[in-house]
């Protein structure tokens, strides 16, 4: 029988004990490897797909500009195309040539009196066509007294002429007159334009709220402006005129009745009244001397 030693026992058991923790070693490696791969692979895959976003974003964004720059380049060459001069190969468009204008049916006759905003009242002298461009075109020749001019004015346009005002018409712009001045405290240039276009729009009831806004009358303290003083003779020339005609009055018996309304002129107006007409005395005619009465001084 082989004796049993202890130092043989004990030599087995941490053999034994250093090949289990070995083996604990080796596997717990594997596994922190595997681990490791497993992160590595993970982060691998993260980047490729944030590469791929960024690249398809890019892409995208390249699209976009090149599809503005083809629609940029597109307009140009349309624009180029309608600038180009055509060539004798090319199409030309036919071009229909128009030898009258429409027309419409006169609504006025020679001698009427008619008023043009721009101008004031005129009288229609005749009709006549003209040839302008190619197209005949009707026209009323209107001759305007106070501006010593003719103005002509196609048929087609005849809506931008008025009637002369009637006596309803004539007695509301006296009453308007003789109404209390409507004055804003606005800047005078804005007035001015204001007035301006009153003037110019024809209408003898805004003729009147002229007149009466930039009257004075007697007063001769109120310092009037150039301006303001050339506006209402303007107005004030241009419904005399149609108050003359509409009236069937001479100039001065207009005027008077216009000034009546305005309180204007009041103290002259008087005076021509009241003065009483200067009788011409017969003058003795001196007797021519005699003769004999010369004789006598000798």
């Not at 180009?84 to 027309?103: A, C």
């Not at 008025?162 to 009453?175: G, P, Y």
């Not at 506006?231 to 216009?258: M, N, P, W």
Request: charged share 40%; glycine share 2%.
């Amino acid at each position: 029988m082989s004796k049993i030693s202890t130092k043989n026992i004990l030599k087995k058991i941490f053999k034994n004990d250093s090949k289990i923790k070995s083996k604990k070693k080796s596997k717990s490696k594997i596994k922190t490897s595997n681990s490791l791969n497993k992160i590595k692979s993970k982060s691998k895959k993260s980047i490729k797909n944030k590469t791929k976003r960024i690249i398809k974003k890019k892409s995208t964004k390249v699209s976009k500009i090149s599809k503005e720059k083809k629609t940029n380049n597109l307009k140009l060459e349309a624009k180029n195309d309608n600038l180009r001069i055509s060539k004798g190969n090319e199409i030309k468009p036919e071009i229909k040539k128009v030898k009258k204008q429409e027309t419409e049916k006169r609504e006025y006759k020679i001698k009427d009196y008619v008023v043009y905003p721009k101008h004031g009242v005129g009288q229609i002298t005749e009709f006549k066509k003209i040839n302008i461009g190619g197209i005949d075109v009707e026209t009323y020749v209107i001759k305007f007294e106070k501006d010593k001019a003719n103005g002509m004015v196609p048929v087609n346009k005849q809506s931008h002429l008025r009637a002369l005002a009637t006596i309803n018409q004539v007695n509301k712009c006296i009453s308007i007159l003789k109404s209390k001045p409507k004055i804003k405290r606005s800047m005078w240039s804005r007035r001015a334009q204001e007035y301006e276009a009153k003037i110019s729009s024809g209408k003898i009831y805004e003729l009147a709220e002229v007149v009466r806004d930039l009257n004075k009358g007697d007063d001769l303290m109120v310092d009037q402006s150039y301006s303001e003083r050339q506006l209402f003779e303007k107005a004030y020339d241009r419904i005399l005129l149609e108050f003359q005609i509409v009236l069937d009055l001479s100039i001065q018996d207009t005027q008077k009745k216009l000034d009546k309304a305005l309180k204007r002129n009041l103290e002259a107006n008087k005076d021509q009244a009241q003065s009483p007409k200067v009788v011409k005395a017969d003058l003795p005619v001196d007797e021519p001397i005699s003769d004999t009465e010369d004789n006598l001084e000798e």
